[in-house]
Structures are given as structure tokens and as C-alpha cells.
């Protein structure tokens, strides 16, 4: 394989590690190994991880190197699943890894694993941009949380995130399974009490019609009771399953099906949930995909190399799901239109000045949809409020690191220049606060074109030459207070840059 690129993913999750290597050349699966390590059970009832659950995760995951350095793979991604940063030595236990395995363990944001998990769905499936025409949920039920995501319409409608998980549930009310008789009932209400409030933020004129269901367990669920055969299940027959599966205990299971015992366990409340939320939502079909959050790493290494291309738009998902934010904080979406396309022409137009990439481009997108979000809360010093509206919102496919950018760039996009002594920007790593000082100091530019927010500029025009920048702005209207603000928001652009831009129209 000398001529092919390899690439291994590993995930660490709450009950599984797991180890994929992929000959990217090829686009195809090499190895797959798989290792039961419960670290879930240690967080939800200690609030951290074991020191000999730590010690077998290691010993594990040096297999897992072994197996890497065996068929000379160069280059991996290794990553922790958002769950598992919740136990309270998280940090310590990555330390620990480094240290006896050698893996730079980096940790997942919900909002990235899940997006991850939608990408490997799309490239398993032959039909994706099919299958989500027509009201689709992609119920994602991790151990620890559920994710649900909408599609309609060929596209992405919003994504939920519920602390609700198989494991989760056992942890939590496992206790009361001797001490009752109505332990199933007890298990349903609280499970409905985490699901009930789906309605509040489900779009009302997007009717779900099927499931496409991602989880591991569930997987088992398909072997153990399917045959691995049959990819989708009508309503009608997973209600008889779940129906069967209430009389099995978890130790017939295990035995009768060949699967873990900890599988086994977690079955009845994996089903349960989804029983519920097929209740809340009416969808009449699910169907079972292979796909896991390996595969999720292997796909995003791909699109990468461009190596493969989806049919849909996993960025446009991203933006959408802004979009849906600044529309819950009933933002102004002719101003943020505007500001958004001017931000973008004037990143594309003067890329020689702030050298940024493509990544950069996107955050700025998100500021600039977002930036008025605080608005909502209080018209004075709304930066502010925006700052901590987004860095207290879920937005779909970017990492945690990003949404204080995203948040950081919001924050100064008015009036207030960011510097070391300010909480925010001293709160972002020394090296993206470059970034995000040189995308703020753009935005306000942007801001300062539609200050009067009638949109009087249909157009403007950048130049870069000779050392100055020069914005031509097309319009029939009096610019007089456009003209005012952006000569009081240029200065920051000028401190940032070394160049003071000039308005002409």
C-alpha cells in the first residue's frame, strides 16, 4: 500500500473505541477494530473517569497504535465524543492517553460529532439528497445525549440536542429497577418528560415522515433482531419489536443474541425513546444506517482531499442553522442580508490584505448573520448580549473554538474595540485573535454600509491598490449618516491593517 494514503480515525466514546483505517486513495475500509470500555458508567455515577477504566482505555487505544504503525499509517484523527469532557478529570485523562499511547486526543463539540455523524449518513447513502425531500429526521441516540436533526425539502430545517441516551437513563434510574414494579413506566415518563418539548422548537410546517436512525446500539438492534438484512423498519413493525422486547430481561438477550450484556441493558431504553419520538412526530418509517462517527472522520478527511464530492451542501447546513438562530432573536433579515453580502465581497476583495482562508470566510458569515442577535434582549449595547447569545447557542457543524470566534467577531462589531484587557478576546487562544480582530474589523465596515438600515447602498465596489483601499458604495439615496459612521468605524479597520479605507459615492 505503499502508493495509497492511509488514514485512521479512532473515536472514544462512552462504552466503545473504535479504530477505522481507511486507504482514502481507493475510498475504502482497510480495518475496523472495535474495544467495550465503559466510561460512561464512571462519569454518570462519579462524575469522573476511572482510574482503572483509564488504564484499559490505554491499553486499548496502544492496540489501536499498533495496529496503525503495522500497516504504516502516517496519519489519523482521534477524537472524543462530546459526552465523555463531561466527567471532571476529562483534561487529565487526555493528558494520560498522550503520555502512554502517543495519540493527540482532541475533543468533539455536540454540534461538530453530530455533523460528522450527517455527513457519514449522506456518503453511506445512495439516496440521500432523495430521502430528505420530503419531511426526514436524522435521530442520532448516543449513550449519553440524542441529537435530532430536519430535513425538508432537499434541506436542512434545524437540529436539537436532547441529554437523553440509553446509558444516560440506566445510570440514572437504575437504582429503581428493584425497587418497583412499574420500572418500564417510570423509564417512559421520564423519558417523556425529556422529549415533550420537541414541539416548542419544530418548525410547524415541516410534518416528519421518516427516520433515518444512527447509534450504536441500535445497530445491534438491527442484528439482533433483523438479521443485519432489512435497512428500514414500517412503525407498525418496530412497535411489534419493542412490544417483544419489554418481555426479554437484558440477560436472555445477551445470551439468546450473542450480544454484551451492556448492550443488552441499553437496548429497552434505546427503543423506548425512539417509540416516543415517533409518537410526537407521526413518522411512519424508519430506516437503520450503518454509519458511525469513524466513518463521519473518514468522510470529512475525503472532502478535504476533495476526494469526494456530496450532492448536498453540509456548509449551507451551517448557515441555515445561524439563520434560524438570528430568526428565534427576531433579527432584521433585510439588514442582515445586506451586511452579510458586503462582508463577504469585501473578505473576497481584499484577501491579500488579511491573508484568511476559506474557514475564516464562514465565520464571518455566522457573525455577520448573528451579529444583532442581542438586540433582543436590550437595543443598548446589544454587542454585548449577542456575545452571549451566541456562545450560549448550538450551531450546527462548527467546533467550540469557532463559536467564540463567531461570538468574538459579533461582540466587536460595533462600537467597542476588542484588546487584550477585554474578557472575550483574552478568553480566545493568542493565535485566533488575529482573526478574529482583522473579521470584526470587517464587519463593522460592513455594519457601517447600512447604519440607517434602509438599505440604501445596492452595491459597492472594493479596490486594493497602491496601499489603500477604496470602497465605492452605488446608491441614489443621501449617504450622509453612512458616510459619518463609517469614518467612525474605519479606525479600527486602519489599527488592524495599517490602511485607512476611503468611501467614495
Not at 463577504?344 to 491573508?355: A, S, W
Request: proline share 2%; net charge neutral.
Amino acid at each position: 500500500m505503499a502508493n495509497h494514503k492511509l488514514f485512521a480515525s479512532i473515536t472514544v466514546g462512552l462504552q466503545t473505541l473504535v479504530l477505522k483505517i481507511a486507504d482514502l486513495t481507493k475510498m475504502s475500509l482497510v480495518d475496523y477494530v472495535k474495544a467495550d470500555v465503559s466510561i460512561g458508567a464512571d462519569i454518570y455515577n462519579h462524575q469522573m473517569i476511572e482510574f482503572n477504566t483509564v488504564d484499559q482505555a490505554c491499553r486499548q487505544l496502544a492496540g489501536f497504535v499498533q495496529i496503525m504503525n503495522d500497516y504504516g499509517v502516517r496519519e489519523y484523527r482521534a477524537v472524543a465524543a462530546s459526552s465523555v469532557k463531561e466527567a471532571r478529570n476529562a483534561e487529565y485523562i487526555k493528558e494520560q492517553i498522550r503520555i502512554k499511547t502517543g495519540l493527540n486526543l482532541t475533543w468533539l463539540a455536540n454540534a461538530e460529532e453530530r455533523f460528522l455523524h450527517n455527513q457519514a449518513v449522506a456518503y453511506n447513502s445512495d439516496r440521500f439528497n432523495e430521502l430528505i425531500q420530503k419531511g426526514t429526521m436524522l435521530i442520532d441516540i448516543g449513550s449519553g445525549s440524542m441529537q435530532l436533526t430536519v430535513y425538508n425539502a432537499g434541506h436542512f430545517v434545524f437540529s436539537r440536542n436532547i441529554k437523553l441516551g440509553p446509558l444516560r437513563i440506566r445510570e440514572l434510574l437504575g437504582d429503581l429497577e428493584s425497587k418497583t414494579g412499574d420500572y418500564v413506566e417510570i423509564m417512559e415518563d421520564y423519558i417523556r418528560s425529556k422529549v415533550d418539548g420537541y414541539h416548542q422548537f419544530a418548525p410547524k410546517e415541516v410534518k416528519v415522515q421518516k427516520f433515518v436512525l444512527v447509534g450504536t446500539e441500535l445497530r445491534a438492534f438491527k442484528h439482533m433482531f433483523l438479521g443485519g438484512r432489512i435497512d428500514t423498519l414500517t412503525r407498525e413493525r418496530f412497535v411489534e419489536l419493542y412490544r417483544h422486547i419489554l418481555k426479554i430481561p437484558p440477560q436472555i438477550l445477551a445470551k439468546e443474541y450473542k450480544v454484551p450484556f451492556e448492550s443488552a441493558t441499553q437496548l429497552l431504553p434505546s427503543v423506548m425513546i425512539l417509540k416516543k419520538t415517533l409518537e410526537l412526530t407521526g413518522a411512519k418509517s424508519i430506516i437503520l444506517s450503518e454509519a458511525d462517527l469513524a466513518d463521519g472522520l473518514i468522510v470529512h478527511e475525503l472532502l478535504e482531499m476533495r476526494k469526494k464530492v456530496l450532492d448536498h451542501s453540509f456548509t449551507e447546513d451551517i448557515i441555515v442553522s445561524a439563520r434560524n438562530i438570528a430568526d428565534r432573536y427576531n433579527c432584521d433579515p433585510k439588514h442582515i442580508m445586506v451586511v452579510e453580502r458586503f462582508a463577504l465581497h469585501l473578505f473576497d476583495r481584499l484577501r491579500r490584505l488579511h491573508g484568511l482562508d476559506k474557514r475564516d470566510r464562514l465565520l464571518l458569515q455566522l457573525a455577520a448573520i448573528l451579529q444583532d442577535t442581542g438586540s433582543y434582549i436590550d437595543m443598548n449595547a446589544h454587542y454585548v448580549h449577542s456575545y452571549y447569545i451566541i456562545q450560549s447557542s448550538e450551531i450546527i457543524g462548527i467546533s467550540e473554538l469557532e463559536r467564540d470566534l463567531v461570538a468574538t467577531i459579533a461582540r466587536y462589531h460595533s462600537a467597542e474595540t476588542p484588546s487584550i484587557n477585554n474578557t472575550a478576546f483574552r478568553k480566545l487562544p493568542e493565535s485566533s485573535r488575529l482573526a478574529a480582530a482583522k473579521l470584526a474589523a470587517l464587519l463593522r465596515i460592513a455594519d457601517a454600509l447600512d447604519d440607517s438600515r434602509q438599505q440604501k447602498v445596492e452595491r459597492i465596489a472594493v479596490s486594493l491598490k497602491k496601499d489603500q483601499v477604496t470602497i465605492t458604495a452605488r446608491s441614489d439615496d443621501d449617504l450622509s449618516l453612512e458616510k459619518q459612521t463609517f469614518n467612525d468605524k474605519s479606525a479600527y479597520f486602519e489599527e488592524v491593517f495599517g490602511l485607512k479605507p476611503i468611501l467614495r459615492g
